[in-house]
């Protein structure tokens, strides 16, 4: 299957901070990625869909100017979450589908959990 | 905006009892996906129905999509210890490519 890779795994900063999150797909190439957040025992929320060489399409409620995507290949898609405060700690999931096809199976990376103190 | 529900939110089964889990969306679904995550783990991809009444079987697993394809469920016959996690459905609405993520239900097998 495909490998999506995503780094740090988790992250500790300080109130005020920026955290850069990678996401790679690493034997395949991903017009399209998406990003998830996801709290403790909870379901995964849409937070925008990454196009490469594009804008990234931002869901309602989520600040672009806060959580800054970049895609700047078909294999690299960052997220920045600028001056992270501690309600922005969380579990943060970055997921690809295959370049051309536009629906089906989305690959996960492992996921990055950020704990602002 | 859409919202993908799913029932029970838990459910403790004892090992060799049979598990479903119900999905409703407020929208008509292109298609329905399942993932599972296991505790600390990222969603794996299980399966995707496209048409309307489509039945899927996988080992032990059964998966449903509802005629108006707008509900959707997942059947475990037999649990066993190795299918504890939790079970999201997602769909993306209308034409859309994204995926919205239900609410999912957490199984718990006691062995």
């Known amino acids: 299957g495909a490998v999506v890779s995503q780094h740090p795994s988790w992250v500790i900063c300080k109130s005020g901070t920026s955290v850069k999150i990678e996401c790679r797909s690493l034997d395949f190439q991903a017009t399209t990625m998406f990003w998830y957040r996801q709290f403790p025992k909870q379901s995964l929320m849409l937070m925008a869909t990454s196009n490469e060489g594009s804008k990234a399409t931002y869901e309602q409620g989520v600040e672009k100017d806060k959580f800054l995507i970049n895609h700047a290949s078909l294999t690299l898609s960052t997220l920045t979450v600028t001056s992270a405060h501690p309600e922005d700690s969380s579990f943060y999931i970055c997921?690809?589908?295959?370049?051309?096809?536009?629906?089906?199976?989305?690959?996960f990376g492992e996921g990055s959990r950020l704990t602002v103190l | 905006g859409q919202q993908v529900m799913q029932i029970p939110q838990y459910q403790h089964v004892q090992e060799g009892e049979d598990f479903t889990t119900y999905c409703n969306s407020s929208t008509t679904l292109s298609n329905i996906q399942w993932y599972k995550q296991r505790p600390g783990g990222h969603p794996v991809f299980l399966i995707q129905?496209?048409?309307?009444?489509e039945v899927k079987k996988q080992k032990r697993l059964t998966f449903q999509f509802g005629e108006a394809k707008k509900n959707s469920s997942l059947h475990i016959t037999a649990t066993q210890t190795t299918d504890v996690g939790t079970y999201f459905c997602a769909g993306p609405p209308g034409g859309a490519n994204n995926l919205f993520f239900g609410t999912g239900t957490r199984l718990t097998v006691i062995p």
């Open positions: 997921s690809a589908r295959r370049e051309g096809v536009l629906t089906g199976e989305l690959f």
């Open positions: 129905l496209v048409k309307s009444g």
